[in-house]
């Protein structure tokens, strides 16, 4: 605004100038928002209709009725949602814990004074970082190769250690413990550069007066390195239990949510029921509650967030 | 004396053993990659061959298969346009929310920030099944329109979020002297915080880009022959030919390469970016 300008909207009283900003305000997040919400909030909307209804893409004869909350109660008589709930579970479960302790022992062992200073660690750095960034498809696709029983890598080394070779994603008893254990390798550079990050920032000084005060160092682990952490590993738990509780891709590649049912984790499940066998209103439902499951995950993080930092 | 050759001692064994379990946990980490990029260059019945091969003729089968016999280029270059466009959508719309919500003052600009967070972390599941109806009922499937929209859902709040931290790191007294100078707010946008932003629209152009390139629930679902993308080529490759372990591991690497060396090589302006926008002033 010129100096002129401003003197006459001075003039005017606030009037004017409100209101100017008020359609500054709308130019700048009107087409981004507009965008936003026909891309998010519609199709939510959409399938929340959808699971309110019967609609069943293969058979569209059976029609498009209005069916109420039929489809949720059936959800929860469905044994094979239960077991999918249970098969997330365990998933998310085994996965985050075994990221987490992995993770912080990595980081640990990095942040330690022998290793700390020396160069190798921008190498391991950057090295890390590309397990995160592999696509979730190739990461299943490489480790169906590694794990094959027949002639995968893995069995080979087994083998030269004197142990029989696994069925890996195979067998129903380790298809799902062989899913966590290709998360782990995809997911736990992530933990350990958030908490080598964060071990960075803890403040030397208390380290070295709880030394002189004769502490161990398992005490200071315990005493002064967990609670320090707190805020920053419950952050890194609730994320890395949201993108489980979602995972697809690596499931569908190495097991397709096989053998049977072993490791059919709810976006499996939805993706089964909605694409394969078309019943989509009743996918739609599922796809639901998992959205719930995770707007309650993620109300927890904005407000732990808030609180902590 | 004995002492101290004691504790020396024992702190050899405590060092060595930290570099065994780093050691250990980076082979585990670094093995499958390495295993990847080897068998790609395998023939075929090297591939399934047990015991595995570490030494063996290398061969470019695998790649001239991709390319020749399965059509390669036409995913990559469908990667490639999606990747572009949903990632150049973000930038113009996320950059112009971002700095609303970093400058401007409205009245629920709170409540707003937290909602788009909440954006990025929906599963894809909740997503796909109404994006395949709607777009059926458009006659979109397998179009690039439909595949550059779906991944704006989540490519625009993160850009957004992103965006938004860039620019409330820029100190504004620039703007205010430069709307003192004559410029309107959306002048002062253009020509002076873009500019000053650049790493923060870099990184998060950076962030797109990998997203809609690795993305494989909607692709699969949204595309059809025209416009499938490379995770689409890797599940197919799978599961037609599932004995060609070579090709697989071909399909996975042209896939993974161009993402892990853009990574690698934009690294630095990566993390200059992303710090640059939590430093303030």
């Known amino acids: 605004m010129n100096p002129r300008m401003r003197d006459s909207s001075l003039i005017l009283g606030k ?40 609609w069943n893409i293969i058979r569209p004869y059976y029609g498009y009725a209005f069916v109420g909350f039929k489809n949720f109660v059936n959800l929860f008589l469905d044994y094979r ?35 700390r200073k020396k160069e190798i660690i921008r190498i391991i750095r950057s090295v890390i970082l590309i397990p995160m960034m592999v696509t979730p498809v190739v990461v299943g696709l490489i480790w169906r190769y590694i794990l094959n029983e027949h002639m995968g890598v893995a069995n080979y080394f087994l083998s030269l250690v004197g142990m029989e070779g696994l069925k890996w994603y195979s067998s129903p008893t380790s298809a799902l413990p062989t899913v966590v254990l290709v998360d782990v390798w995809q997911w736990t550079p992530f933990v350990v550069i958030v908490l080598l990050a964060g071990i960075a920032s803890l403040p030397t000084t208390l380290y070295e007066v709880s030394e002189i005060d004769g502490a161990s160092a398992w005490q200071q682990f315990v005493y002064l390195t967990l609670p320090l952490l707190k805020p920053i590993i419950i952050i890194v738990l609730l994320f890395r239990i949201i993108d489980c509780v979602r995972i697809f891709d690596k499931v569908y590649v190495l097991t397709k949510g096989g053998p049977g049912t072993a490791t059919n984790v709810i976006s499996i499940y939805a993706y089964r029921t909605g694409i394969k066998y078309g019943n989509i209103s009743y996918a739609a439902a599922l796809s639901w509650i998992l959205l719930f499951v995770i707007l309650g995950l993620c109300f927890l993080l904005i407000k732990i967030g808030r609180w902590e930092i | 004396m004995k002492n101290y050759r004691k504790s020396h001692f024992s702190k050899c064994i405590k060092s060595l053993s930290i570099y065994l379990a780093i050691a250990a946990s980076m082979a585990f980490f670094m093995f499958p990659i390495f295993w990847e990029v080897i068998s790609s260059f395998k023939m075929p019945k090297d591939a399934i ?50 700095y609303a919500l970093a400058r401007l003052k409205f009245r629920g600009r709170k409540t707003l920030t937290v909602d788009i967070l909440t954006f990025r972390m929906l599963p894809p599941i909740a997503l796909v099944l109404p994006f395949f109806l709607i777009m059926k009922q458009l006659d979109l499937l397998d179009t690039y329109i439909a595949l550059v929209i779906a991944y704006t859902t989540f490519n625009l709040p993160f850009g957004i979020i992103l965006l938004k931290g860039f620019f409330t790191s820029i100190p504004p007294e620039i703007e205010d002297a430069a709307m003192v100078d004559g410029c309107s707010r959306f002048m002062t946008f253009r020509k002076i ?12 152009a950076i962030f797109c880009v990998i997203l809609s390139w690795n993305e494989f629930i909607f692709a699969s679902i949204l595309t059809g022959k025209s416009t499938q993308t490379l995770p689409v080529l890797a599940a197919m490759v799978h599961m037609r030919y599932w004995a060609n372990w070579g090709a697989i591991a071909s399909v996975a690497l042209i896939i993974a390469l161009p993402v892990l060396l853009f990574t690698l090589s934009v690294q630095k302006h990566l993390i200059r970016g992303l710090t640059l926008g939590a430093i303030k002033g």
Do not use: C, D
């Open chain 2, 49 to 98: 061959a047990y015991p595995p091969l570490f030494v063996f003729n290398p061969s470019l089968q695998n790649w001239r298969y991709l390319i020749f016999e399965r059509n390669a280029l036409h995913f990559l270059k469908n990667s490639l346009i999606v990747a572009g466009a949903s990632t150049g959508l973000t930038l113009v719309l996320g950059s112009m929310v971002g």
């Open chain 2, 193 to 204: 915080i873009l500019p000053l932003a650049s790493p923060g629209l870099v990184a998060t």
């Open chain 1, 15 to 54: 009037a004017v100038s409100m209101r100017k900003n008020k359609l500054t305000v709308l130019l700048f997040i009107g087409p981004g928002l507009a965008v936003l919400f026909a891309v998010s909030i519609f199709p939510l909307v959409y399938s929340l209709n959808l699971s309110l209804h019967r």
């Open chain 1, 81 to 115: 949602f239960i077991e999918s709930l249970k098969i997330t579970l365990y998933f998310t479960g085994g996965a985050v814990a075994i990221e987490f302790i992995f993770g912080l022992g990595l980081a640990l062992l990095l942040s330690s004074e022998e290793i």
